[in-house]
């Protein structure tokens, strides 16, 4: 089992190869849809993100409510093709990894390799197992964006497999080469 | 004729919110269960037995079972024994489940405007409410999780299809829908009546156990058939790769028009969620 931590050792994250299961431990930074939206509107604009996405790992997830006591409630990823138009700009921005399930466009699976970053799969539809792996949370911004705000989580041990490496070697593609 | 309350369709409908959220249905249980075993990808199964895992916590830990704690989909079946005059029943069963979210501290995934989106609240959910011959009002609650809603497909076939054209666009359904919704996957189909209803009949057919066939064999027929042969395309849990690509397939059929045959296929993650209470 290969370890990641953050801040992320470029050499480390590079060297990972799709198919790689990965214990990752840590600070993420939850963003879907709208948040996405919003930081790609400041990049394009040239003003200041409050969010700074440089060296850091973005986690497609919009948890349930916190229940008083837990660090934080249910938490999978979401489906990350969602993401594919708005994830270029990120990644030029310095964006170094991506949590999320399902498959990538190939435009962003070129970006991907272009910027050395890699993009992760959470395994989906088991948000209370992974919340067991968060140690706390707090909020970045765009708290009006309600579950979709930005978050700072700490985590310990999440499992991840390694879906497009820094190479831009797609797991999905390779899977469907192999049943062809 | 007997009476029932707006608060006893609010409670109800709060209960099913928290069962329906937190505790996985038996017939999805063991039907991961039974293919963790069969499995023959260790990747797939240990996929599998997570999934069983994050059950057991979710109810030990009274935690929803996934994040995405779905846009309800509520069916009120009103009874002929049951008077329900003067009560506001769509508003009640609103209210019991905007009451039962901010109680399991589930996600607040409904925006009011789908055009200018806006903060997300528990509701409005959607209501079916109809008229049946069986006593009592019942309520089933279905949390529809996006990831897979938004995956379905309506086609309106050729009345001259046949049952293996109908099977076709259904694998393709699947095929499209690839690794991006939560494998395994669970297929509902409505086939007959007009567009609106095909995908109202693929939505209900979700709640039927997806253990049991349709009773009517050219239906049961299909439904085996295309459990195969979607299993042999190998996207398996969470597209990784395997023979699990479907835990069941259900299908509905309503009459339709000489000219037509709508087909709608609506696809469920992993963690299809339901319940149901007769009051």
Redesign the interface.
Known sequence: MIRLSTPLDLSVLKSLQAGDEVLFSGKLLTARD?AHKRIVEALKKGTRSPVDVRGRVVYY???????PGRAI????P??A?RMDKMTVPLLKAGLKGMIG???RSEEVRRAIRKYGAVYF?A???????L??KVKSARLVCYA?????AVVEMTVKDFPL?VGIDARGRD??SI?ER??R | MRKISSQAIRECVSRLVLEANVRLRGDVRRAISAAAARETSARGRR?LQ??L???K??RH?N???????GLPVVFVEIGPDVDVSGVNVTGAVQEGVARGYREG?????IVADPLR?G???FGPCIVHTSFVRSKGLKVTLLPK?F?CE?KTQLKMMPPTADAKDIEDFIVEAVKDT?????PPYIVGVGIGGSSDYACQLAKEALLRPIDKRSRAPHVARMEKELIQRLNRL?IGP????GKTTVLGVNILLYPTHIAGLPVCVNIS???LRSASEIL
């Open positions: 709208q997830c919009g948890p349930t409510k916190m229940r409630g249910s938490c999978g979401t489906t093709s399930k399902g498959r799969l395994t989906g539809g088991a948000g209370a197992l919340s067991k009006d964006l309600g579950p979709e497999i797991i999905f899977h192999t049943r | 996929i997570e999934l895992e994050n059950a916590v979710a830990d935690l929803a079972l996934c994040q995405d704690t501290f589930f996600r607040d995934s989106r903060k997300p609240g999780g990831g938004n690839g690794p991006d919704a939560c190998g969470m597209g990784l790769g993650c992993h963690v």
